[in-house]
């Protein structure tokens, strides 16, 4: 097994007032350029019942709008842009968010009406973990030029249908995409061992663990927030480069 592969990150405050800094400092090209694509796949396999789907959907609606991720979209040097899909079987997956930069609130709050109004299209398929980040690879493909690629996936259970993630790796252009991983399951925490040794992938990846979908919104939050906010300073060190 992997050593679980972390980064110390500043605290809130810090993080913010970097950002400021770093914003007002840069030339106003740098801070027009898109600094990271970020794109967020949501497990919808048959594990996942209606209640913990809807807790998803408005934990992920609540996680994008709470002040600490506004502030590392807002704050950081050049905008997010965005996208979400949610996966299940080897070939269901669906887009619920286009790619869309968020350079104001009004973007973000437009992002989160989309998540909010989203019809759950399949509910009775498997876990089909590598073919749903080879999908990721088709996706970042028609994304926006932007500094970062990240893909921020989450799940219940290990890949049981299809190719590996290993596979995926192996086979899909994801060169230069960092995989995060947001692991829901029990007290064993077995699940989240699964996404460290198998899933995320790139320098820094990690693992937020959630014990349920109770915990989505808190735990989908704090991902966000920390890879919002390390990208920060991961843009100033490209750009001085």
Wanted: with cysteine.
């Amino acid at each position: 097994m992997r050593p679980s592969r972390t980064l110390t990150l500043p605290g809130p405050a810090l993080g913010l007032a970097l950002g400021l800094i770093l914003t007002a400092t840069l030339p106003v090209k740098a801070q027009e350029q898109c600094r990271l694509a970020l794109l967020l796949a949501l497990d919808v396999s048959a594990s996942v019942d209606q209640a913990e789907y809807d807790l998803q959907i408005n934990g992920l609606v609540s996680a994008l709008l709470s002040p600490e991720v506004q502030n590392g979209f807002f704050n950081g040097p050049g905008p997010v842009a965005l996208g979400i899909y949610e996966w299940s079987g080897r070939f269901q997956q669906d887009i619920l968010v286009n790619w869309t930069l968020i350079e104001t609130q009004a973007d973000l709050i437009g992002v989160t009406e989309q998540v909010a109004a989203a019809t759950r299209t399949h509910a009775d398929f498997p876990t089909a973990l590598g073919y749903a980040i080879g999908f990721a690879a088709e996706r970042f493909a028609e994304a926006p030029s932007c500094l970062f690629q990240t893909l921020d996936i989450s799940g219940d259970g290990q890949n049981n249908d299809g190719f590996t993630p290993q596979a995926a790796y192996e086979h899909f252009a994801l060169n230069g995409v960092t995989v995060n991983g947001l692991a829901i399951g029990g007290a064993s925490r077995e699940i989240e061992l699964y996404y460290e040794d198998e899933v995320i992938r790139g320098p820094g990846a990690f693992v937020e663990h959630a014990l349920n979908h109770d915990h989505f919104e808190e735990v989908m939050r704090r991902k966000l927030e920390r890879e919002l906010r390390v990208l920060i300073l991961g843009v100033l060190e490209e750009l001085e480069e």
